[in-house]
């Protein structure tokens, strides 16, 4: 009797670990698949600075924090929401607030 208790506990934990696990999502990437996904309105075109594109995404932070730009000017464009703080979250950078 003890060991079907004993048996049955280790089954119910191990299901429970299966059923938890931890599922795999998907990285912020810009119009990609997925709760993290980036979006930005198709109404506007990128502004010159974005180009080349890789290089703004790796140094927007460097042009915003120097003060050549004004994070308040990035929100005409950009929702922070689903825009700046899906990817900065899954970053650990700070949030972007209005
Ligand atoms: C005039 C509108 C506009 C302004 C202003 C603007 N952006 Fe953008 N941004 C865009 C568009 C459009 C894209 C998408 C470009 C593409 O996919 O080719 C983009 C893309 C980006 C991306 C890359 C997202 C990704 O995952 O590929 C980042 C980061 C970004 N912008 C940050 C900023 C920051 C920081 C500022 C302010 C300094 C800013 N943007 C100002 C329109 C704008
Ligand atoms: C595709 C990912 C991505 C998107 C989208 C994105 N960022 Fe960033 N951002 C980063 C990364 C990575 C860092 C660097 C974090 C670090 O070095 O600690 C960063 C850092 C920053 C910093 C400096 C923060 C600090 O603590 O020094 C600012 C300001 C910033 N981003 C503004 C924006 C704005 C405004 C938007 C939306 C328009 C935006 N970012 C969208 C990835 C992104």
Redesign the pocket.
């Known amino acids: 009797m003890r060991k079907l208790i004993l048996a049955l506990a280790v089954l119910i934990l191990l299901a429970t670990a299966v059923a938890l696990y931890p599922s795999y999502v998907e990285k912020?990437?810009?119009?990609g698949a997925g709760p993290l996904a980036?979006y930005?309105?198709?109404e506007?075109?990128?502004?010159e600075?974005?180009s080349p594109?890789d290089f703004?995404?790796t140094h927007?932070?460097d042009?915003?924090n120097r003060g050549d730009?004004?994070?308040a000017?990035?929100l005409?464009?950009?929702v922070p929401e689903y825009?700046?703080n899906n990817?900065h979250d899954y970053v650990g950078a700070q949030r972007i607030e209005k």
């Not at 912020?28 to 119009?31: A, F, G, L, S, Y």
Request: with cysteine; charged share 10%.
């Open positions: 912020p990437v810009k119009d980036v930005i309105s198709a506007y075109a990128a502004p600075y974005h594109l703004w995404q927007h932070m042009m915003v730009l004004e994070q000017d990035c005409y464009c950009h825009s700046c990817c």
